[in-house]
């Protein structure tokens, strides 16, 4: 069994970066086909994905965040990172680690969520 636990500070002050760390257990995050992945969720909003670290070290990440996210990882600790630079009150969320793994219908490719953590709430106030 997967289990995914997000870490990390409470508080941020704005302008300051976030961060965040994602410890996976039950498997690696070197397997071939998986994606570690990090998403918010904002007072009365919806989800929103805001990257991912492939099994390889490949990063993706969501063009509007793009310029102040950036996810790596320590294969030593079994752990993924997710930083946020320039943080305003706006970046206030719950923030999620989860897992996907790219799978192939026959004809198209997709890679749906499947493990994900219990989320952290991180507010960003002076």
């Known amino acids: 069994q997967v289990q995914l636990q997000e870490s990390g500070p409470g508080l941020v002050k704005p302008s300051q970066t976030l961060s965040l760390a994602c410890t996976v257990s039950g498997g690696s995050i070197t397997t071939k086909s998986y994606y570690w992945n990090w998403i918010r969720q904002s007072p009365g909003k919806g989800l929103e994905w805001m990257g991912a670290?492939?099994?390889?070290?490949?990063?993706f990440y969501s063009p509007s965040l793009k310029s102040r996210t950036s996810i790596s990882r320590d294969t030593s600790r079994n752990q993924f990172t997710l930083q946020l630079s320039s943080v305003s009150p706006e970046d206030t969320a719950v923030y999620y680690c989860?897992?996907?793994?790219?799978?192939?219908?026959?004809?198209?490719?997709?890679?749906?969520?499947?493990?994900w953590g219990q989320g952290t709430q991180v507010t960003v106030s002076s």
């Open positions: 670290i492939g099994w390889s070290g490949s990063t």
């Open positions: 989860a897992r996907s793994e790219l799978l192939y219908s026959g004809s198209y490719y997709y890679c749906p969520l499947d493990y």
